[in-house]
T-cell receptor, first 111, second 113 residues
Framework: AQSVTQLGSHVSVSEGALVLLRCNYS??????LFWYVQYPNQGLQLLLK??????LVKGINGFEAEFKKSETSFHLTKPSAHMSDAAEYFC?????????FGAGTRLTVKP | EAGVAQSPRYKIIEKRQSVAFWCNPI?????LYWYQQILGQGPKLLIQ????????DSQLPKDRFSAERLKGVDSTLKIQPAKLEDSAVYLC???????????FGPGTRLLVL
């Protein structure tokens, strides 16, 4: 079965600094990959998804992620962090009907 | 376009009591999902419906959890009897079809005392 590992349960960056959230996956078939963001007391909101088209995927709020098959990675980046980016971020992999989420990475942005 | 609606938003019950959660998906979405999100973890799929049929309920604790989507639109998830370890946020999501983008509701936060 597919699985996701998010490296680092907490990441802290300064406002304006690069954001890098790491995600590695395992899948027996070409996967669909997703990044979701969750703000406190809210549901998950899709940031971006990879569906075997372009390997560099651009999402909302200035985020992007690159699919690297050789590294089985799908890391999320943003060039310049904003205070409003503070939230929990989840990477997910989908095979057929089954979506599996990582444990999440909490991003803190310091002024 | 209205999003996924869930109610109640919060629920506190004692162990061995029963509880039910309601979800109304985005109009036209054939696929509906219920997830359990325990504090500090990612969401775990409990059950997936395609219209009013169950696609996957392999991770649903069937001795105490049940779910239905009788008319292929809204859905209810029930726990009876509840255990302490059921304390979690229960998320409902819907999508146009399988492997389509899932849209999540705000969740129901359950505390079992």
């Amino acid at each position: 079965a597919q699985s996701v590992t998010q490296l680092g349960s907490h990441v802290s960056v300064s406002e304006g600094a690069l954001v890098l959230l790491r995600c590695n996956y395992s899948s027996s078939v070409p996967p669909y990959l997703f990044w979701y963001v969750q703000y406190p007391n809210q549901g998950l909101q899709l940031l971006l998804k990879y569906t075997s088209a372009a390997t560099l995927v651009k999402g909302i709020n200035g985020f992007e992620a690159e699919f690297k098959k050789s590294e089985t990675s799908f890391h999320l980046t943003k060039p310049s962090a904003h205070m409003s980016d503070a939230a929990e971020y989840f990477c997910a992999v989908s095979e057929f009907n089954d979506m599996r989420f990582g444990a999440g990475t909490r991003l803190t942005v310091k002024p | 376009e209205a999003g996924v609606a869930q109610s109640p938003r919060y629920k506190i019950i004692e162990k061995r009591q029963s509880v039910a959660f309601w979800c109304n998906p985005i109009s036209g979405h054939a696929t509906l999902y219920w997830y359990q999100q325990i504090l500090g973890q990612g969401p775990k799929l409990l059950i997936q419906f395609q219209n009013n049929g169950v696609v996957d309920d392999s991770q649903l604790p069937k001795d105490r959890f049940s779910a239905e989507r009788l008319k292929g639109v809204d859905s209810t998830l029930k726990i009876q009897p509840a255990k302490l370890e059921d304390s979690a946020v229960y998320l409902c999501a819907s999508s146009l079809g399988v492997q389509e983008t899932q849209y999540f509701g705000p969740g129901t936060r359950l505390l079992v005392l």
